[in-house]
């Protein structure tokens, strides 16, 4: 049985943060350090269970609930806490329910993403900046654009978005929750709209669509995503904030994560500071050039991969050979 402590009104005054854990005491213990020095008011700790059969995962829960709730300073702290593994998907999604069934908005951070302290006031500035802007969905942490700067403002507006450290809205969340899968037709209309003159890029998101509902990949993320992508070219199209500068590093890349497996650099790997007081863009307008470059370099819309992706689907023992081939052969 779960333990699920909510308060009966959420206290006014800051910005509330969800905290995602699960078995990594040390990443865990550093963006701890980070949600500590930021005091957020109200802290929501929400544990997936230990995994059947893995005593190891018995002993490291344990360990990170305790650095997860080692609370120091005046805050109202919550918890959601499993005795079961629900696994990444539905743990992080019934965790975000949860978070916002309290919360008209708020910031939401995984156990493995490290902000930095600027990271705190960017979402809460544009959390109060877009509260009702519904064209807006979220407000990112994270940054791949490897240095280019887009724009004189502090941020941009994308189609992306970024799941590693961010915050949005009680109104947004619901609205995707309430939305369920995409239909095939809106998702392709979708697709079209935000293609960018790519041709890869609707074959990409389709084949993600794909390795989600065979069960290869068990990401909450892709699914906002997908979603997200279905409303492109309506007039419920949704944007993404994006700051000019990485603001959370990532600390569980690599082959022992579980969807962030791919070879190569870590493209979170570093992250910096924003200046403050925000300079805003003079209109709402997404960056193509911006989304273009992150197509590329992050989601690995290029032939290559998409082979590799193909293979997955279609022979997923092959599949299994390469990851185990690549993994002993750097």
């Known amino acids: 049985m779960s333990s699920a402590h909510l308060p009966s009104s959420a206290a006014s005054g800051g910005t509330a943060v969800l905290f995602l854990v699960f078995n990594r005491p040390d990443a865990t213990a550093q963006v701890f350090a980070a949600?500590?020095?930021?005091?957020?008011?109200?802290l929501y700790v929400a544990a997936d269970?230990?995994?059947?059969g893995r005593p190891d995962d018995s002993r490291n829960c344990a360990r990170v609930r305790e650095i997860a709730l080692?609370?120091?300073w005046p805050c109202q702290v919550h918890t959601l806490l499993r005795e079961s593994?629900?696994?990444c998907r539905r743990a992080v999604e019934e965790g975000i329910d949860w978070f916002f069934a309290a919360e008209e908005d708020g910031i939401v951070l995984e156990d493995d993403c490290l902000p930095t302290a600027s990271f705190f006031p960017f979402c809460e500035e544009l959390l109060q900046r877009f509260r009702s802007e519904h064209r807006v969905f979220s407000i990112a942490g994270s940054n791949f654009q490897d240095g280019q700067l887009r724009g004189e403002a502090s941020y941009y507006f994308s189609k992306h978005f970024h799941c590693w450290g961010w915050a949005s809205w009680r109104r947004a969340w619901h609205a995707y929750r309430a939305e369920g899968e995409p239909s095939s037709a809106a998702l392709a209309s979708g697709l079209r709209h935000f293609a960018d003159g790519s041709i890869l890029f609707s074959p990409y998101w389709q084949q993600i669509r794909r390795l989600c509902q065979a069960h290869v990949v068990d990401s909450w993320a892709y699914q906002v995503s997908l979603s997200c992508m279905a409303c492109g070219g309506t007039p419920a199209?949704?944007?993404?904030v994006i700051p000019q500068h990485n603001l959370v590093a990532n600390l569980g890349f690599g082959q022992d994560a579980t969807n962030t497996t791919e070879l190569g650099e870590n493209p979170a790997a570093a992250s910096a500071s924003i200046d403050l007081p925000l300079r805003h863009p003079g209109r709402m307008q997404r960056d193509a050039t911006a989304d273009r470059h992150t197509d590329r370099l992050h989601f690995g819309i290029a032939w290559l991969p998409?082979?590799?992706r193909q293979v997955a689907l279609s022979f997923p023992v092959l599949d299994k050979i390469w990851k185990r081939y690549w993994s002993t052969h750097p």
């Open 35 to 42: 949600i500590r020095a930021a005091r957020p008011p109200r």
């Open 70 to 72: 080692a609370v120091d």
């Open 85 to 87: 593994n629900l696994g």
């Open 237 to 240: 199209e949704r944007l993404h």
């Open 306 to 308: 998409y082979l590799r």
């Open 49 to 52: 269970g230990p995994r059947p």
